[in-house]
């Protein structure tokens, strides 16, 4: 028989489980019925607590997601009643009628409707990252805060404004349209690789759960849309950019360029994931940029080095879905090292005016100017590169490299 202490570690251990994993599905079954942010958010907090007093005895029942959202969404219809205006609860009540699904296995799944609402464009892109992360990823304000560099309060309030504004709005919690999917798509997953740049930006360690949930968000979109390229695209970049992570910083917390870095750091596992995703993403036939972006991660894993000619090509073709500066700047690097070296540092060149303030683009300048012989003109680059570098593990790398002139 099983001790009192083992029966409440399971219910602790299910919790868990059921936050981690499907907190997203919960909250966007509920915000699908009550129609409210807050409310939702609210009353699975509550329903979660009723769950730790109730299942800690072993009494953990046959369906616990459904008991959670069944709990969750009488603990709703309470605070609606407790609302000041006795018209308006009665009104609202009437559309809240009890929901048999939550006596059946399948209780349906609007995650996919939850993220586009998140991800609208009347929501500036702060406030998408940020109501994503909350609602779907299930981070708390005060992580979402400090992943981002802002504070707490702050935080709390983009938060508030964001719900306030989806419900003023009334933004329609739904998949897009037909014709409105593939420039939704792409604002969806732009939130996605953002968060897991973020993440993958603040160093090998540092933002390791940012990067858990852009990954989380990007497979769990895929399953709930699957053979969708672009989708595919999106996580296979993901999965080969981070399958590198391991080698990016040295043991004396120096950043290793691409090109240095040892391959038996790398997780071969994650990477040809990524690659056999891409792989299966273009048989589809459908282009888009996070497929060209992951075919351009791709040629990095080209016997012992990587194919910049195939790589400068493909910058060339992803120029015609984003004409950035950033891309552009990419391709003039990828032109330079596919052995026209001159051509890539004019192109360089007539970028400085939008890049100024751009780290790596005085960082490329530098390296490319240092290989023609202008060591002068280098050590400058170098040295603003260096005065706009975020992380100490750029900084003692463009260091390492003025130093080598």
């Not at 969708?228 to 360029?257: H, K, Y």
């Not at 038996?264 to 040809?272: H, P, V």
């Not at 490329?364 to 050590?379: I, S, V, Y």
Request: some cysteine; aromatic content about 6%.
């Amino acid at each position: 028989m099983s001790s009192p202490a083992s029966k409440s570690q399971s219910a602790s251990l299910l919790l868990s489980r059921l936050v981690r994993e499907d907190r997203g599905r919960i909250i966007s079954g509920l915000i699908a019925r009550v129609g409210d942010f807050q409310l939702a958010e609210d009353a699975l907090q509550e329903a979660m607590i009723a769950a730790t007093l109730h299942w800690q005895d072993g009494k953990i029942p046959n369906l616990p997601l459904n008991w959670i959202m069944q709990v969750a969404y009488r603990k709703a219809i309470d605070k609606i009643k407790q609302r000041k205006t006795e018209q308006r609860a009665k009104s609202e009540i009437a559309v809240l009628s009890v929901d048999e699904a939550f006596e059946r296995e399948d209780i349906g799944d609007e995650r996919l409707s939850l993220i586009f609402t998140c991800c609208h464009p009347a929501l500036d892109q702060k406030s998408q990252v940020a109501l994503t992360l909350r609602t779907i990823g299930g981070l708390s304000t005060a992580e979402i805060a400090r992943a981002f560099l802002d504070n707490e309060t702050t935080m709390g309030q983009r938060l508030s404004r964001a719900k306030a504004k989806i419900a003023a709005a009334r933004i329609p919690y739904k998949v897009p349209e037909i014709e409105e999917w593939p420039q939704r798509l792409q604002a969806v997953l732009a939130v996605i690789y953002l968060i897991f740049n973020a993440g993958y930006s603040s160093g090998p360690t540092e933002g390791a759960e940012l990067v858990s949930e852009a990954l989380y968000l990007g497979q769990m979109l895929d399953q709930l849309r699957p053979d969708e390229a672009e989708i595919e695209g999106c996580v296979a970049l993901m999965l080969i950019t981070n399958g590198r992570r391991g080698a990016r910083v040295d043991t004396n917390g120096v950043t290793v360029a691409l090109s240095k870095q040892d391959r038996s750091l790398w997780n071969k596992t994650e990477i040809d994931q990524g690659i056999a995703l891409i792989d299966k993403a273009v048989t589809r036939h459908k282009p888009g940029p996070y497929q060209i972006k992951a075919a351009i991660a791709a040629c990095h894993n080209i016997g012992a080095g990587s194919d910049w000619k195939q790589i400068a090509a493909l910058y060339s073709s992803l120029l015609h879905y984003e004409p950035s500066v950033v891309v552009r700047l990419n391709h003039a690097v990828a032109i330079a090292e596919a052995g026209e070296l001159d051509r890539g540092l004019a192109l360089l060149r007539g970028l400085q005016s939008d890049l100024t303030h751009y780290q790596p683009y005085h960082a490329a300048c530098a390296e490319l100017l240092g290989r023609k012989g202008f060591k002068e003109e280098a050590k400058a680059a170098y040295l603003k590169a260096i005065s706009l570098a975020q992380s100490k593990a750029d900084i003692r790398f463009l260091t390492e490299r003025q130093n080598m002139l």
